[in-house]
C-alpha cells in the first residue's frame, strides 16, 4: 500500500498552497494529492475573468509538480478510515498516510430540472465548453446574479454574446451591496446590453429554455448557472467528523480530537477572532492563505490563521475589493467620491463597529480596511476618506 507523510484529498488551489506550506517547514517528506479532476492544479478566478479578456490559458497552471508532489489527477477519494490512516479510491485503490488534510472544495448547486444542456460554471472543463460556444449572437442565459452569475454575464457580453441574466433578487449582487448600488448595477448591464431579469426565481429548465414562476420563457442557445456551491463534506461525515456547513477545524486547521486530520479552503469552517465566530469562505485568497497556514500546521508550524479573508470581482468596467463580513443586511456607513462608481461601504454592527468593507473601484486598501475591523472602533464616513485616496 503506498503511504505518504502527507496525504491530501481535493486538487485545487487549497491543496496546491497546502503543499507549499508544507514545502516551507519539510522539504523532503512525502506528498500524496488526489483530485477528482484530471486536470492539476490552476487558479480557478481566470475562468470568470482574464481567459475572457485573452489571456493564455497556459497562465493558469500552479506548478505543484514542481514541488515535489506525486498527483493522482482524475482520482476520486471515497473512503476514509481514520483508525487506520488509510484513504479509499472510487476503484478500491487504498493509500496511507500520517498527516491528512481534506481540500474537497463544493460543488456547484443546481436547478429544478436542470442537468441536461445546463453548464454548472465551476471548472476548466466547463470554461473551455462555454468558451467554445460563446461568440457573435450567441443567446446565452445566465442563472444566478451573485459572485459568478455577475461576473460570467460580463464576460460573455464582452465576448459578443447575447445575454440575459435571471435571478431572485432585486438586483445583482443584491446579496452584497446596498440596495441603492444594487439597482445601479442592473442599469449599468442594461447600457452593457444586458437583459437583466430580477425577481424571478427559475423552477425549470428543458431544450434550452428557462422557464420561472411567474411563467416567464426564456429561450437561448445555452444556459450557465452560477449559484454558489455546496461544500463537499461527505468524506468527513461518513468518518465521523465534526460538520456545520462545512468540515469544523481550529485556528490551526485540525479537526476536533484528530492531531492528524486537517480540513481548509472552502470546505472549512474555520474561527475568526476579529469578528467572532466562525466562517466558511470560497474566495481565492482563503483559498491560497488557508490552505499554506494549514499546510505548515501539518508539517509542525503551530501556528494560528488569523487572516481576515478579501475577495475582489471585475463586472465590465466596474471592480471592486472586499473583506470581512460584506452582507447587504448590514448597516451601512458610505463616502462616496463619485456616486455608485468610486466610494467605501463600511457594514457596521448594532454598535456602529465596522463587519465589513467593500471598496469600490477604491484599489490597494484591502490592508487599511482590515485594521478598521480589527480596531473594532465605531466608523463614520470620515473614517472612510483615507480608503479614497
Request: net charge negative; glycine share 14%; proline share 4%.
Amino acid at each position: 500500500m503506498p503511504a505518504y507523510r502527507y496525504l491530501i484529498v481535493g486538487g485545487g488551489m487549497t491543496g496546491d498552497s497546502a503543499c507549499r506550506g508544507i514545502r516551507e517547514h519539510d522539504a523532503s517528506g512525502t506528498i500524496g494529492m488526489f483530485g477528482a479532476e484530471v486536470h492539476e492544479p490552476y487558479a480557478r478566478p481566470p475562468l470568470t475573468k482574464a481567459l475572457w479578456k485573452g489571456k493564455e490559458e497556459s497562465s493558469i497552471w500552479r506548478g505543484t509538480s514542481d514541488l515535489d508532489v506525486e498527483l493522482h489527477s482524475g482520482v476520486r477519494i471515497v473512503g476514509l478510515d481514520l483508525d487506520a490512516r488509510t484513504v479509499t479510491e472510487e476503484t478500491g485503490g487504498q493509500h496511507s498516510y500520517e498527516k491528512l488534510l481534506l481540500a474537497t472544495g463544493g460543488t456547484p448547486r443546481r436547478l429544478p430540472g436542470g442537468e441536461d444542456g445546463v453548464i454548472y460554471f465551476r471548472t476548466l472543463d466547463d470554461y473551455r465548453r462555454l468558451h467554445g460556444l460563446a461568440g457573435d449572437g450567441v443567446r446565452v442565459t445566465v442563472v444566478g446574479g451573485g459572485f459568478i452569475g455577475s461576473e460570467i454575464a460580463a464576460a460573455l457580453s464582452m465576448n459578443g454574446c447575447d445575454v440575459t441574466i435571471v435571478f431572485p433578487d432585486a438586483g445583482i449582487g443584491a446579496k452584497l451591496f446596498p440596495a441603492e448600488l444594487s439597482a445601479f448595477v442592473n442599469g449599468y448591464y442594461r447600457e452593457k446590453g444586458v437583459t437583466v431579469v430580477a425577481e424571478e426565481l427559475v423552477e425549470g429548465v428543458s431544450d434550452g429554455s428557462v422557464s420561472t414562476r411567474s411563467g416567464t420563457t426564456l429561450e437561448g442557445d445555452a444556459i450557465v448557472a452560477g449559484l454558489g456551491i455546496v461544500p463537499n463534506t461527505e468524506l468527513a461525515e461518513a468518518a465521523g467528523l465534526g460538520v456545520d456547513d462545512g468540515i469544523l477545524v481550529d485556528a490551526y486547521g485540525r479537526v476536533a480530537g484528530r492531531e492528524d486530520v486537517f480540513a481548509a479552503g472552502d470546505v472549512a469552517r474555520f474561527p475568526v477572532a476579529a469578528l467572532g465566530g466562525s466562517r466558511r469562505v470560497e474566495h481565492e485568497d482563503h483559498a491560497n492563505t488557508h490552505g499554506n497556514a494549514v499546510g505548515a500546521n501539518m508539517a509542525g508550524a503551530e501556528a494560528p490563521y488569523d487572516h481576515l479573508p478579501f475577495f475582489y470581482s471585475d463586472l465590465f468596467e466596474l471592480g471592486y475589493e472586499a473583506v470581512g463580513d460584506v452582507d447587504s443586511r448590514l448597516a451601512t456607513v458610505e463616502e462616496w467620491a463619485e456616486p455608485n462608481r468610486k466610494g467605501v461601504v463600511a457594514y457596521v454592527d448594532g454598535d456602529g463597529k465596522a463587519r465589513g468593507l467593500l471598496l469600490w473601484d477604491a484599489w490597494g486598501k484591502v490592508d487599511a480596511a482590515r485594521e478598521l475591523i480589527r480596531a473594532g472602533a465605531v466608523v463614520s464616513a470620515e473614517d472612510l476618506r483615507p480608503l479614497l485616496d
